[in-house]
């Protein structure tokens, strides 16, 4: 028999396969009430020593502490001061305005590329609040708050992606793919999932000199389908690495939604089940829940007791990148939809509850931001944009591979700077 022809048995059902699709497609209303949505301060918080079963009914809910009213409630709230809550709205609103800024300057040609994390600054701003400074993040490309929480220059970033004299990257990277040591920012890659084993792998490295810093990975929903996400799972249980495994789950991995990776079968989380490792699932727009989980396992991890995969449950408010276009694939007024709301709102809801902010401080906090964010931005430009680069140092192209320059680059430098006379 030929075969390319079906082989069938008799009263045998035909073989198919399930190909996933996103319920609602351009020219849909999106419609979100099939996502539960537990009440805030519903979800019990187990002890930081816990074994990590303990955890394992906590990775098919949410981790929710700010309420409707924008009231913390329940065992995660982290009980955090006006003056951090202001610091984490203030760290916020500077990378939306920071993040609106660079889309401009790439419709303006400054610079190829640019990605925005809108409606998900909370995940990278809380979790930098809630852990050490010397911690070491392997960050994917939406945590950008990391870096501006941490205070590192809104110009440096702007020099790296326009790829210009203060490039301290020399214009190695994409624009956007920050690096930073003395931050504790990870190169980042544009091969998904490599920043899983990385994390667990320096982790590892920081158990073994008996360090007390630990390291925490991030990927997308999408990078999960990567057998890098399997591999560092396997060794971040077996060898007790401590470590917290992010996964970013905004629902969209470029035009893929996210049961094209798993995500329609079971929540990103429950694969701490199968490993053997805590995990937790947490309101991703909730500022409060972000800082409280990533505290958690902070904890956990400085305490010798075990690795933790956070699943951080968002929405990608805009497309995947400058490159993307999303109302080809998704319907208008989706992100509008979202029934997490937007993370900006409800922080600022709630330090209006506490008393502490009012909407004439936070009209002069976005004021302010957008000031420093249009200075540093002039700051940058100073020393050029991308479209003005690739004249000036030829020779660094070939600098920084080998200790020594071997004889075929050598040449091959010599022949670029006679030709760029």
């Not at 214009?171 to 994390?199: C, E, V, W």
């Not at 805590?278 to 956990?300: C, F, I, M, P």
């Not at 998704?330 to 009012?358: F, S, V, Y």
Request: proline residues 6%; negative net charge; charged residues 25%.
């Amino acid at each position: 028999m030929n075969d390319a022809q079906p082989h069938t048995r008799r009263n045998a059902p035909a073989l198919k396969l399930h190909v996933p699709e996103p319920p609602f497609r351009p020219g849909d209303t999106p419609d979100f009430s099939s996502v539960e949505v537990p009440p805030a301060g519903s979800t019990p918080r187990p002890d930081t020593t816990a074994a990590a079963r303990e955890t394992f009914p906590l990775v098919d809910t949410l981790v929710r502490v700010l309420d409707e009213s924008g009231r913390a409630v329940g065992p995660w709230d982290p009980k955090l001061d006006p003056d951090t809550l202001r610091k984490m709205l203030r760290d916020m609103v500077t990378v939306r305005v920071f993040d609106d800024r660079m889309y401009r300057a790439q419709r303006q040609g400054k610079t190829s590329f640019y990605m925005k994390c809108t409606g998900e600054e909370a995940i990278a701003v809380a979790t930098a609040a809630a852990m050490h400074r010397d911690d070491m993040h392997f960050p994917t490309y939406r945590q950008q708050g990391l870096l501006v929480s941490r205070g590192y220059p809104l110009v440096k970033m702007m020099c790296q992606i326009y790829s210009n004299a203060g490039d301290h990257m020399k214009g190695r990277q994409l624009p956007i793919m920050y690096s930073d040591k003395a931050h504790g920012f990870f190169s980042i890659s544009g091969n998904l999932g490599t920043q899983y084993p990385q994390a667990v792998g320096w982790a590892m490295a920081s158990a073994i000199k008996g360090d007390s810093r630990i390291a925490m990975g991030w990927i997308g929903d999408g990078a999960t389908a990567e057998g890098d996400f399997h591999s560092a799972m396997t060794f971040a249980t077996v060898y007790n690495a401590p470590v917290i495994l992010a996964v970013v789950n905004n629902q969209w991995a470029i035009s893929s939604f996210s049961g094209i990776a798993g995500g329609e079968r079971a929540t990103f989380a429950a694969r701490a089940v199968g490993y053997g490792m805590a995990g937790l699932r947490v309101d991703g727009n909730d500022a409060l829940a972000v800082h409280a989980a990533v505290q958690w396992a902070s904890e956990r991890a400085r305490g010798n007791n075990g690795p933790t995969l956070i699943e951080f449950f968002t929405y990608r408010a805009e497309g995947h990148s400058t490159s993307d276009d999303p109302t080809g694939y998704r319907p208008a007024g989706e992100a509008q939809a979202w029934p997490l709301g937007d993370p900006i709102e409800r922080l600022k809801a709630h330090l209006i509850a506490l008393g502490e902010w009012d909407e004439e401080r936070h009209a002069e906090l976005q004021k302010s931001a957008d000031t420093e964010v249009r200075a540093a931005q002039k700051e940058a430009e100073k020393l050029g944009i991308l479209s003005e680069q690739g004249r000036t140092n030829i020779e660094s192209m070939f600098e920084d591979v080998y200790a020594e320059i071997p004889w075929h680059i050598a040449e091959q430098r010599d022949q670029a700077l006679r030709e760029s006379k």
